[in-house]
């Protein structure tokens, strides 16, 4: 490792984030030294040795970044000199618009700039507790497949419900494309809670004929079988929705489709046979989930009985529902906004231990984090990038764009996501407007419209957080 004037700072896996994180690092001037596990110890997925290894798809998603959020994403990384994006780049494969890649090409890509960087040491070995405290400035970036030696400490000292290992997701609805001309707002029995204004939820109604076509296509679903793992209980106690329709076909209707409490406001004197309430789930607003609709259906399966619910048979989902092994830490509760563990200055987290998921996603965690790591040694405030822009707008995510159930308290409301445009802020009132000689401007190409209107100005300001405008 050549001279440095700073002591290095010390990386925990060597996956996409933190070999992101190791590259953001050693272009600032800093010494890394990357810990890696496998040449030492596998894992059950990965099949190398070799660094930022793809284990499932080969793709990276769509690379538009004209109205596309993973899209802006790959852009905001390049503006950044992602070491990610330049070896997909480099190792990229016909994928129409998507940005896909060769993987072995792509991983021995990122392993030689790794290893042959000046300021970069690798160490094989694996690290069963956390940092020493010797180690003052440390990124973990793990990943889902943490060894349970290091989840376990990582448990130790954030407590025993700040680590999520089972995770039961709820499909979330982008609010724009929920049909308000057949739901209502309201919350059960018009309560006011904290914060609350007695119209928390989206409600859709059903009649007997939907509710029963619905508990029909739950019950044929095409359900994706357990893997050995996934013995373990269901998160938070919860079932899977289709589940509980197989236990009985008036199981739902006395459950999370109970309509007791609610008066459709479309139709006042005919009370729904059945309710499906959908919550807040950021405090943006923009996205709101399912409640109660945990489910292991495939993707391609729920998209399609989930429409068939009065009020979302246009509904965009910025994640459907799964129900998997994952590791992951409760970030809004436990880090700052630059990522550091705040009960252990110094120590960040990168990567989908931190709450995100896809292979962009993490990387672009890692990226953030190893910026800040630097700027830290280097005696320097850490520079956040702007709500605004996609790489901001996903930190917010973690560290604090969720929203707590004043309702179900203890009940963890903050879940892994992916990078979509329910996670940005909002375009400033009358932004969107009808281009000149348009005569028809529908819904959709409001929409449309919108979602360029906001990768525009995400890439803008990020330009300039980078210094780059």
């Known amino acids: 490792m050549t001279n440095s004037s700073f002591s290095p700072i010390h990386i925990i896996g060597g996956g996409l984030?933190?070999?992101e994180a190791a590259?953001?690092?050693?272009?600032?001037?800093?010494?890394v030294i990357l810990h890696e596990m496998r040449g030492v110890r596998?894992?059950?997925?990965?099949?190398?040795?070799?660094?930022?290894?793809?284990?499932?798809?080969?793709?990276?998603?769509?690379?538009?970044?004209?109205?596309?959020?993973?899209?802006?994403?790959?852009?905001?990384?390049?503006?950044?000199?992602?070491?990610?994006?330049?070896?997909?780049?480099?190792?990229?494969?016909?994928?129409?618009?998507?940005?896909?890649?060769?993987?072995?090409?792509?991983?021995?890509?990122?392993?030689?700039?790794?290893?042959?960087?000046?300021?970069?040491?690798?160490?094989?070995?694996e690290i069963t507790g956390l940092p020493p405290e010797d180690w003052d400035l440390a990124i973990i970036a793990t990943g889902p497949l943490t060894s349970p030696a290091l989840a376990e400490a990582i448990r130790e000292r954030t407590g025993k419900d700040a680590l999520a290992f089972f995770d039961a997701i709820a499909p979330i609805v982008h609010t724009d494309s929920i049909n308000m001309d057949i739901c209502w707002y309201q919350?059960?029995?018009?309560?006011?809670?904290?914060?609350?204004?007695?119209?928390?939820?989206?409600?859709?109604?059903l009649d007997e004929a939907q509710y029963n076509a619905f508990v029909d296509a739950?019950?044929?679903?095409?359900?994706?079988?357990?893997?050995?793992?996934?013995?373990?209980?269901?998160f938070d106690g919860c079932l899977p929705i289709e589940v509980m329709a197989e236990r009985g076909r008036e199981t739902l209707r006395h459950g999370p489709m109970k309509p007791m409490g609610l008066t459709?406001?479309?139709?006042?004197?005919?009370?729904?046979?059945?309710?499906?309430?959908?919550?807040?789930d950021n405090a943006l607003g923009t996205l709101y989930n399912m409640v109660g609709f945990q489910t292991k259906l495939r993707y391609g399966a729920q998209a399609e009985i989930f429409r068939m619910i009065p009020g979302l048979e246009?509904?965009?989902?910025?994640?459907?529902?799964?129900?998997?092994?994952?590791?992951?830490?409760?970030?809004?509760?436990?880090?700052?906004?630059?990522?550091?563990?705040?009960?252990?200055?110094?120590?960040?987290?990168a990567g989908q231990i931190t709450g995100c998921e896809g292979y962009v996603e993490s990387a672009s965690i890692g990226l953030l984090a190893g910026r800040f790591a630097a700027a830290q040694r280097k005696g320097e405030t850490p520079s956040i990038p702007p709500a605004t822009t996609a790489l901001g707008s996903l930190l917010n995510h973690i560290t604090g764009g969720h929203i707590v159930s004043d309702e179900e308290p203890g009940k963890r409301s903050f879940q892994p996501m992916n990078i979509n445009f329910g996670l940005f802020p909002e375009l400033e009132p009358?932004?969107?407007?009808?281009?000149?000689?348009?005569?028809?401007?529908?819904?959709?190409?409001?929409?449309?419209?919108?979602?360029?209107?906001?990768?525009?100005?995400?890439?803008?300001?990020?330009?300039?957080?980078?210094?780059?405008?």
């Not at 590259?23 to 010494?31: C, H, L, R, S, T």
């Open 218 to 234: 739950l019950i044929a679903g095409d359900a994706v079988g357990f893997k050995e793992w996934e013995g373990t209980p269901y």
């Open 187 to 205: 919350s059960r029995y018009d309560k006011v809670g904290p914060g609350g204004t007695g119209k928390d939820y989206i409600n859709c109604p």
């Open 430 to 469: 009358g932004s969107i407007v009808k281009p000149e000689g348009v005569k028809r401007f529908r819904g959709k190409d409001k929409t449309v419209m919108k979602r360029q209107l906001i990768a525009a100005r995400a890439l803008d300001e990020c330009k300039v957080w980078l210094g780059r405008a």
């Open 23 to 31: 590259w953001q690092v050693a272009q600032a001037g800093v010494p």
């Open 264 to 280: 459709n406001a479309h139709n006042p004197t005919v009370k729904p046979y059945a309710v499906v309430q959908l919550r807040q």
């Open 314 to 349: 246009n509904a965009e989902f910025a994640r459907l529902g799964g129900l998997h092994r994952n590791t992951y830490i409760h970030s809004p509760t436990l880090l700052d906004q630059s990522l550091q563990l705040k009960a252990r200055p110094g120590l960040r987290f």
């Open 42 to 125: 596998g894992t059950d997925a990965h099949k190398t040795d070799g660094l930022a290894e793809l284990v499932c798809s080969n793709s990276f998603r769509s690379d538009d970044a004209t109205s596309n959020a993973v899209g802006v994403i790959h852009a905001e990384m390049r503006l950044a000199n992602s070491l990610i994006m330049a070896c997909a780049d480099k190792h990229q494969v016909p994928a129409g618009g998507a940005l896909a890649v060769d993987r072995d090409g792509f991983s021995d890509a990122v392993t030689a700039a790794i290893q042959q960087h000046p300021l970069i040491t690798v160490v094989r070995e």
């Open 17 to 19: 984030a933190g070999s």
